[in-house]
Structure formats: structure tokens, C-alpha cells
């Protein structure tokens, strides 16, 4: 019994110091590099610029949003958490991929779906092609072959030569 | 007077091309010579009038007229002459000028060229492309006239009792502004266009768009005209290559301005506009791959109409979405009124020519050849080849234009779709793309066992797999881009080894030196091997995209004068910079000098800088960041200068973009082969017509009557 | 023209057409056409929709950044001056003594002033409103729903005066002045019970 309670006591001590530690661990905002900012940056888009994404845009706005970027990395986010912060506040146009599932699929799938039709048609019209007879000669017969203004210009041909 | 010359120029422009397309419809439709003569000459009027109009626009613009209002919209006294000159173009009004004048330009030259060779086609191939060259002027002369003028009218509700008024007639009472006080408040063009690529950029995209304009009209009157043999594609092929090579110039350029002068160390964004462009360009390749199973066996007949119908549409519809603002993009013109005519053409030609086809259709023509071809046949393998530019074509329209509309008018939510979706998208269809570029011209027309296909791949093959292996030995490891690079070796290994094959054939059969035979080939058989250094281009510009998408690495540091960043190999050291220097045009400018070197020896100073241009008062002003680029084969060493802190260090963003350089050279190789492809081979005519009859045997293709 | 081309035209054979029917292919594509056609065109009609700038005011409703929920349907009976700004926008700075001031004297006559704060960081517009003091009603506008989808705005700052039946009487593009509002407001007012 006194081992158990005595185990308790640890697991809760644990607890405390790991929540102090992770406290301790939010780092000071300047010494989060430019570099990881831009890696978040590059997966957004700016919120107001027309198709701008937010690591190259260069705008105030843009610079203030990087620098927020920077302040919530430093509060230890992770860059899905970020991403999604920025997509609930300025909607699913800030982010490069849609974060809701339904439009994500929406566009993502879609072009793998238009590839399997064009596939799939695709393989109908060789798949035709290919039980034809082999060697064919059209069977019926015309007075005159089809490009009449070409045999003429041959026939003057010849006949000049 | 300018003003003056200009607006009747442009206006019998219209009426000429207006009369063009009603008489040769008449002559067209009653077999009427007359008629048709005097349309073909009122459609070959219609260059000349817009070269005129545009002449006039032109020496305005040199001359700086700011009365006109373009003129005035588009320059300011700062602006120096070479800008004057692209300032043509610059913005919506003088560029649907431009587009009309270009546009006449290849409508005139196709009724030189192809006059007394499709004679049966002219008729309606004037009405087509005049219809469309009437409507574009239309737009030009009735809703965005860039020879609209400012006046002063007299006003007595105003403060000073007058008003200015904007026009294309004088209207009551009124007088010319002053103009000093014009020159004073000009506006000039967007700094973003003042750049040596404005020069060229748009203009060859331009002739790409419009050329597609000749195919499609052979194709209709084709349709219309019931004369459904191989006339027409043989009009449309040659064009179609014209037309592609402007489009691929184009679409080269844009990412080479975009690359030296947009500061976001890339090349190619996926903004709409620019896939836009890029559509037309995958249907046009699709279609100049087809059209040679039609020409050889007679097969998919009605799906190259589809084929050129679609490249047309797909032209109409970039340049309705660039110019209406359907969607947000960096490229887009202001919102305007010809939004909706745009709209309605672009429906208009789509709709009537699918209509047309299916009408044929249904009357029988358009069969096609009961020919058999197998499985890995180059018939085949061309149709996988269509499948795969249509794929791309649809899933990048759909990540353009498609999602972005669906989602928001029936799930209300903006959104946008950027590199990382096109890059997962359009990948692996590239891939396949290249795949089949190494493995189609190994195959031959109507049948192949897989044995001798494998056969052929044997070299190419092995040729690749040595590639591969020269990417480990430089340091590429991951198996993605290994893989990449084997594909796309093997593809550029297959067009080598096929000029080799041929030389090699051609230097037996008649014992010329090896130099003599591989100039002969190409002279011989200018479309297959200039088709193939295509393919080399292609295969060049595929690494070069490999290495600079895959590989790239960046950083941003802010450095103290003085300071050297180590990075990727290179030490770069901020040597100083000067603020506030002054250009000619205004612009002030912080320019940076930086030492580049790498293992201890120095390579190049570069100067990124960060321009800002002088606007009006009430204007936010307008800022540029130029990179300073030290370039080699091997990559690009690409600074940007992204601010300067108060402390007199400066924050720099440094690119190192592997193999990039190889998407230009890439491109130089792909314009040279479409120029060898396209040259036009006079004096060959009969030997090979009588060798293609002979080998045809009994007549086919020929119309049910 | 010439006379041997009667050959080659090509003419319907009348016993074969209208015996074909389209096939399954054809129709499909053909509805593929038409589907994107009329989907562009919808999206192209909806995009030319400019900003309202008379009639009905769209209704939303804003979440302050003091946890109010306000209503705009709810205000009818007072005038409001809807003001979208934000904090990393220079024009609002210049704007926001006189919206400070304009609220002050007119809030006790039956004007509501309220800001929406356009695609910004709470934490900014919280610090933007701290520094110049203002005290009026503002809140962000979550997702741009207000500000693009209902407003169609196209930069900040930008303003409409909605009367008090609900109906935009006056837009403004650019940066307010206080005598500009109150020249705008004064006429609404006018009739109503002095206090």
C-alpha cells in the first residue's frame, strides 16, 4: 500500500515537472529562425493578396502575418496547428491545400478521376483498334479518289514534265 | 490628328472585316468566285487599316499625346522611350489592339500562303477568322477604345466650372485640357512591366494565341464546307507548329522575366493566368501528335476536329479569364465591361462548333478508317500520348478555374489551390509524358511485338540507366529523383539514338561523310527530326525542372555589413550598401554588393537591390526587388534583398537553384527544332507524293457522296 | 472554284441521316461542354457583383473583441457606420481619431459606429484599438465572410452608412474625415425626438 501511494506521488511530481519543462520550453520569438517561419509560410497563401503565397509576398500585411507566424512558433505550435489557425481566421483560401476534408477531396481526387476516364477511354479506342482485322482494304470502290485537287495537280504535273 | 487617324483606320477595320465575313459566306454558300475574291481582298484590308490604327497609337505614345487617354494612362514624362514603345501593349486597351493587328497579320498571311492550295477551304475559312477578328475589333472600337481622349467641358454644378470627360467624340462646347498640366499628372506604366521582357513576352504569347485562330478556321471550314479530306489538316498542321512555337516562346519567356525580375526565386507560380496559357499549349501538342495518325492512317478523324476545336476554345477562354476577372491573379487587367461579350463568344464558338461536329457526325461524314493497329503500335501509343496532355490539360484547368468556382457557388468557401496541388497532380502524368516520349518513336506504325520494342530500348535504355548512374556519382541521392532523372534521360537518349540510327542508315545508303548524312536527314525529313531535337529540348528543360523544383534551397539571414553567410557550399559576404541612389526614371534605389566565392576562391559580386518607384501621392508606392544572380551550369546562386533594418544590416533571402540553367538552354534547343520542324520544304513535293500514293494502294477515305 | 469540285463536296446522304442516334459518348460530351459553360458563366455573373452600394444591407453578425454579439438586422431604428479596417493598413490610422470622435458625439443621437477588423490578427486590431483609444463596438471578421462574400470589399479602409430601415445610403472608398461623416449623417438624422 505505502508503495502504491508512493508511486502515485512520483506519477504526479512527473506530471509537474513535465508540464514545467514544457513551460520552460516555449522558446524566446528571436531565436525561432527565419527559415522555419518561411517553412510554414510557404504552405499559405496571403490572406488579401490575389494568389500570393505568404513567403514571397511582401507587404506589410505579409510581414506582420510572418512575424505572427514567428511568435506562435515560438509559443511551441507546430506548423499544422498554424495552418489551421490562419485558416480559421481568414478561411480556406489562406491555405495552399484546402484543410476541410470535403474540398479537399473535391480537388484533389478530381484529376485523378478525369486521368481514369481519359485512361479508360483511351484503352476503349485501342482495345477497338486492335481486334480489327489486321491488313483491312477498304472495300468500296468510287469513281474518283478523294482529293481531286491533288490528282490534278499531279496529272498537270506530268503532263508540264 | 492622331487620334483622328487612328479611329478610322480602326473603324474600316471593322467594316472591312465585318463585309469580309458576310460576302464570303454568301460567296461560299452560292459558289459565287466574285464574292469570295472580294471578301479574301476586304479580309487582306483589314492588316494593313490596323497596322495603321496601331502606328497611330504608337507615335502617340513616342510623341507623348497625353490628351488620348491610354497615352496618358500608360506613360509620364520619366518614362523613356524603349518603354514608350512596349507601353503599346501595356495595358487593356493598346493590348486587344495589338491583338487584332496580330491577328490580321496571320489572317493575311494564311490567305497569301494557302490560297490556290485549299482554295475550297478559303471561303469559309474567311468567314471564320473574320467573324472573330470582327468581334475582337468590335470590342476594341465599341468598349475599350484607346483612342478615347480627355476634354474639358464646361459644368456649372462643378467647383471651377468645368469637368473633365473622358470620350471617344468631342463632345459639346469643349476644349483640349492643358497640356502641361496632362504631362504633369500622367500615370505610367507598372513598374513590374518596365523590364526587357516586356519587349517580347507579350507579343509571342500573342502570336501564339491568335495563330491557333488559322488551324481553327481550316478545321470549320472544313466543317462547313463538307470538304472533310485531309486538306485541312494539312492547312492546320503547319500552323498549329507556328502557333505552338510563339506559345512556347512565350510561355518561356514569362518564366524567365518572371524568374529575373519578380524576386520569388522561381519560375513558373500556377497563377490562373499562366495555366491559362499553358492549356492551349498541351491541346496543341496533343493535336500535333494525332494529326499525324490521321495523316497516316486516316484514323480519329472527328477527334482531331475535337482536338483543334478544344485549342481554340481553350485560347478564348485565357484570354476572357486574364482580361474579365473570372479570378483573383497577379496577371489580370483591371475588371472591365467586355467581361460579358468575352464570355459569350467564348460560349458562343465553343457551343456552334461542337454542334457542327456532331451535325457531321450525324450525317455520316468523318468516318473513320476500319484500319487495325496494336497494342504497343505507335497509333496506340499516340492515343496514350493524348490521353495523358488531355489528363494534364483537364486537372490543371480544374485546379485553376474549376475547384476555385465549384467550391465557391456550391460550398460558399473561397478557396485556392497552389504548388502543392499541381506539383502532386500533374507529376506522375509528366512522368508518363516522358515515358511514352522515349518509347513512341521506338515503335512503328500499325503493328509491333513487344520483343522488338524491347529490342529498341535496349540502347536508349542502357543510356538512361549510365545517366542515372552520373546523377549518384554528382550527389543525388534520393530515389524520387533518381527515378526522375532516368526517365527523362531515357526520353532525350531515345531522339539522340534515332538521329544517330538515321545518320548512321542514311551515311550507308549513300556513303556521305557522318556530317553531310545528319544534315541531309534533317533536310530530308525536316518534321520527324527536328520532332526529334524537340524532344531533346524537352528532355533538357525536364532536368533542369528536376533540379531546381526538387533540389532547391533557401534560407533568409540578416546580415551586419561586413558579415559572411556560408551556405550550400558558398560563402557570401555583405560588403555595403547605398540607399537612395536615383535612376532616370525616378526610381530610388538601395543597391547591395555582396562577394559570392566558394572554397575559399571568389566568384562574382552581385548587386541585389530593392527599387521603389515614384507614384502620386494618394498611390501606394510601388516597390521591386531585384536579385542578384550568379549563375553556372551546375546552379544559380539567386539573392534577393528583402529589407534593410535600421541598424544598417540588411535581411537577404539567398536561392541556390540547381540545374536551373538547363530549363533555359532546354528552350533555345525546343525553338530551334520547332523552327527545323516547321521550315517549309518547297521543291520536295513530287517525289514524295508519288512515294506516298504508291505505298497508300486502293483508294481510301474518300466521302460517302 | 473550280469545276471538278462538285466531287468532292460532300452531301448528306438523305436515307442516312436521322437514323443515327447520338451515341452515349457524344452525349456525354456534349453535357460535359455544356455544364462547364454554364458553371463559368454563373461564377463570371457572380464575380462582376460589385460591392452593394445602395439597398439592402447584408445582414451578418460580429462577435466583438469584448465577446458582444451584435446583429446588424438587429440595429434597425439606428444609423450605422460600417467601417472595415485593419491594423496594418496606414489609411485607418489616419481615419480612426475622427471614427472615435464621430461615435463620442453621435452615439447618444442614434448612431451605431462599428468597425470590422479585415483579415487581421486579434492581438493587433486588440492593440490598434488600444492605441488610438477607440471605444466603439469592432470585432474581426472571422474567415473574410463579411468583408468579401457579402461586402465584396477590395481593400481597407472602406465605409458604408446604412440609414436606419436597414438601407446603404452612402459608400466611401477611401479614408473618412469626421465633417464628411457628419455631412452624411446630420440629413439622416434629422426628425428625430430631441432628448
Known amino acids: ?161 | 490628328m492622331l487620334a483622328e487617324v487612328g479611329l478610322i483606320a480602326l473603324a474600316l477595320a471593322f467594316a472591312s472585316s465585318v463585309y469580309a465575313a458576310v460576302v464570303s459566306l454568301i460567296g461560299a454558300r452560292q459558289h459565287r468566285t466574285v464574292w469570295v475574291d472580294s471578301a479574301r481582298n476586304a479580309a487582306l484590308l483589314t492588316f494593313p487599316l490596323l497596322a495603321l490604327s496601331s502606328a497611330a497609337l504608337l507615335i502617340a505614345l513616342v510623341t507623348e499625346q497625353y490628351q488620348i487617354a491610354y497615352v496618358w494612362q500608360v506613360t509620364n514624362p520619366t518614362t523613356p522611350t524603349f518603354f514608350r514603345i512596349t507601353a503599346l501593349w501595356g495595358s487593356q486597351q493598346g493590348s486587344l489592339l495589338f491583338w487584332c493587328l496580330l491577328m490580321s497579320l496571320f489572317a493575311f498571311v494564311a490567305l497569301l500562303v494557302n490560297w490556290r492550295a485549299h482554295h475550297r477551304l478559303i471561303p469559309y475559312f474567311i468567314t471564320y477568322s473574320m467573324v472573330t477578328l470582327a468581334f475582337f475589333i468590335g470590342l476594341v472600337v465599341f468598349m475599350e477604345n484607346p483612342f478615347a481622349r480627355y476634354w474639358i467641358v464646361p459644368d456649372a454644378t462643378a467647383a471651377d466650372g468645368v469637368r473633365v470627360v473622358y470620350g471617344v467624340f468631342i463632345p459639346a462646347n469643349a476644349t483640349a485640357p492643358d497640356p502641361v498640366r496632362l504631362a504633369e499628372t500622367a500615370r505610367g506604366l507598372n513598374p513590374l512591366l518596365r523590364h526587357f521582357g516586356m519587349i517580347i513576352h507579350p507579343p509571342m504569347l500573342y502570336l501564339g494565341f491568335v495563330g491557333f485562330l488559322i488551324p481553327f478556321a481550316f478545321a470549320m471550314a472544313a466543317l462547313a464546307s463538307g470538304d472533310l479530306s485531309t486538306g485541312w489538316i494539312r492547312a492546320a498542321r503547319r500552323w498549329t507548329l507556328v502557333a505552338w512555337l510563339f506559345l512556347s516562346l512565350g510561355l518561356l519567356l514569362g518564366g524567365r522575366w518572371a524568374y529575373d525580375v519578380l524576386g520569388w526565386g522561381g519560375y513558373w507560380g500556377w497563377d490562373p493566368v499562366e495555366n491559362a496559357a499553358f492549356i492551349p499549349w498541351l491541346v496543341g501538342t496533343a493535336f500535333l501528335h494525332s494529326v499525324m495518325i490521321q495523316e497516316k492512317r486516316g484514323m480519329l478523324k472527328v477527334w482531331n476536329m475535337v482536338l483543334i476545336i478544344f485549342t481554340f476554345s481553350a485560347v478564348i477562354f485565357g484570354t476572357f479569364a486574364t482580361r474579365s476577372g473570372l479570378v483573383d491573379s497577379v496577371h489580370s487587367f483591371a475588371q472591365s465591361a467586355i467581361g460579358t461579350p468575352m464570355f459569350l463568344f467564348w460560349a458562343g464558338v465553343t457551343l456552334i462548333s461542337t454542334a457542327l461536329i456532331v451535325r457531321r457526325r450525324q450525317q455520316g461524314a468523318l468516318q473513320s478508317e476500319q484500319a487495325f493497329a496494336g497494342l504497343l503500335s505507335r497509333e496506340s501509343l499516340f492515343v496514350l500520348n493524348n490521353v495523358v496532355f488531355i489528363a494534364l490539360a483537364l486537372a490543371i484547368f480544374w485546379g485553376s478555374f474549376g475547384a476555385p468556382i465549384v467550391s465557391e457557388l456550391f460550398l460558399n468557401t473561397d478557396i485556392t489551390l497552389g504548388p502543392d496541388y499541381f506539383n502532386t497532380v500533374t507529376v506522375p502524368l509528366f512522368l508518363v509524358m516522358y515515358v511514352l516520349m522515349g518509347v513512341a518513336p521506338l515503335s512503328a506504325w500499325g503493328a509491333v511485338s513487344g520483343r522488338s520494342l524491347g529490342r529498341a530500348m535496349i540502347v536508349p535504355g542502357a543510356a538512361a540507366l549510365a545517366g542515372v548512374a552520373l546523377c549518384y556519382l554528382l550527389g543525388v541521392r534520393g530515389a524520387g529523383a533518381l527515378f526522375g532523372f532516368g526517365i527523362v534521360i531515357f526520353a532525350g537518349a531515345v531522339a539522340v539514338f534515332e538521329i544517330a540510327r538515321g545518320a548512321a542508315a542514311r551515311q550507308r545508303a549513300m556513303h556521305e561523310n557522318p556530317l553531310l548524312a545528319t544534315v541531309r536527314i534533317f533536310t530530308r525529313n525536316r518534321r520527324r527530326y527536328g520532332g526529334f531535337i524537340i524532344h531533346l529540348g524537352i528532355t533538357i528543360i525536364g532536368i533542369g525542372v528536376i533540379g531546381s523544383t526538387l533540389f532547391q534551397q533557401e534560407t533568409q539571414r540578416t546580415l551586419a555589413p561586413g558579415a559572411t553567410l556560408s551556405f550550400a557550399g558558398y560563402e557570401m559576404t555583405f560588403n555595403d550598401v547605398q540607399t537612395g541612389q536615383i535612376a532616370d526614371d525616378g526610381r530610388v534605389m538601395d543597391i547591395t554588393r555582396l562577394t559570392v566565392s566558394r572554397d575559399g576562391q571568389t566568384l562574382a559580386t552581385i548587386r541585389p537591390r530593392h527599387d521603389v518607384y515614384p507614384t502620386s501621392p494618394d498611390q501606394t508606392a510601388i516597390a521591386m526587388n531585384i536579385p542578384g544572380v550568379y549563375g553556372t551550369l551546375e546552379n544559380d546562386f539567386y539573392v534577393l534583398l528583402v529589407g534593410l533594418q535600421p541598424d544598417g544590416s540588411a535581411t537577404f533571402k539567398v536561392y541556390v537553384n540547381p540545374l536551373i540553367n538547363f530549363v533555359w538552354w532546354g528552350g533555345l534547343v525546343l525553338i530551334f527544332g520547332t523552327i527545323v520542324a516547321a521550315w517549309p520544304h518547297e521543291g520536295q513535293q513530287a517525289p514524295a507524293r508519288l512515294r506516298r500514293s504508291a505505298a497508300a494502294g486502293p483508294p481510301k477515305g474518300h466521302a460517302t457522296a | 472554284m473550280s469545276d471538278l469540285d462538285f466531287l468532292q463536296e460532300f452531301r448528306p446522304d438523305p436515307a442516312a441521316s436521322g437514323r443515327r442516334r447520338l451515341s452515349a459518348g457524344t452525349i456525354v460530351l456534349l453535357a460535359g461542354i455544356l455544364s462547364v459553360v454554364v458553371v463559368i458563366g454563373i461564377a463570371f455573373v457572380r464575380s462582376q457583383q460589385g460591392r452593394p452600394e445602395s439597398g439592402m444591407a447584408p445582414d451578418f453578425t460580429l462577435t466583438t473583441f469584448d465577446g458582444q454579439q451584435i446583429r446588424l438586422s438587429d440595429l434597425r431604428g439606428q444609423v450605422v457606420v460600417l467601417n472595415f479596417w485593419a491594423s496594418w493598413c496606414a489609411p485607418c490610422r489616419e481615419e480612426a481619431p475622427a471614427l472615435q470622435s464621430i461615435w463620442e458625439n453621435y452615439r447618444d443621437r442614434g448612431v451605431l459606429v462599428l468597425g470590422v477588423a479585415y483579415a487581421d490578427d486579434p492581438d493587433d486590431s486588440r492593440a490598434f484599438n488600444a492605441e488610438f483609444g477607440l471605444t466603439y463596438p469592432s470585432g474581426p471578421d472571422i474567415g473574410t465572410v463579411i468583408s468579401k462574400d457579402q461586402y465584396h470589399i477590395t481593400g481597407v479602409p472602406e465605409t458604408f452608412i446604412i440609414d436606419r430601415n436597414g438601407e446603404i445610403v452612402t459608400f466611401i472608398f477611401s479614408t473618412i474625415t469626421e465633417p464628411q461623416i457628419r455631412a452624411i449623417l446630420d440629413p439622416l438624422l434629422v426628425g428625430e425626438a430631441s432628448t
Do not use: K
Open chain 1, 1 to 161: 500500500m505505502p508503495f502504491r501511494g508512493l508511486l502515485s506521488l512520483l506519477l504526479v511530481f512527473g506530471v509537474l515537472i513535465g508540464t514545467a519543462i514544457g513551460m520552460l520550453a516555449q522558446a524566446d520569438p528571436t531565436t525561432i529562425t527565419d527559415d522555419q517561419v518561411m517553412d510554414v509560410a510557404r504552405s499559405l497563401y496571403c490572406p488579401v493578396c490575389p494568389n500570393e503565397p505568404l513567403d514571397t509576398c511582401q507587404t506589410e500585411a505579409c510581414y506582420r502575418w510572418r512575424e505572427d507566424i514567428r511568435q506562435q512558433l515560438a509559443a511551441g505550435r507546430t506548423h499544422d496547428q498554424i495552418i489551421a489557425d490562419f485558416v480559421a481566421r481568414y478561411g480556406e483560401r489562406a491555405s495552399a491545400v484546402p484543410l476541410d476534408p470535403t474540398l479537399n477531396a473535391l480537388s484533389l481526387v478530381t484529376p485523378f478521376v478525369i486521368a481514369a476516364i481519359a485512361l479508360a477511354l483511351g484503352a476503349v479506342v485501342v482495345l477497338r483498334w486492335r481486334r480489327r482485322q489486321p491488313l483491312s482494304v477498304a472495300v468500296s470502290s468510287s469513281p474518283m479518289p478523294a482529293d481531286a485537287s491533288a490528282y490534278r495537280a499531279r496529272l498537270e504535273e506530268d503532263v508540264r514534265s
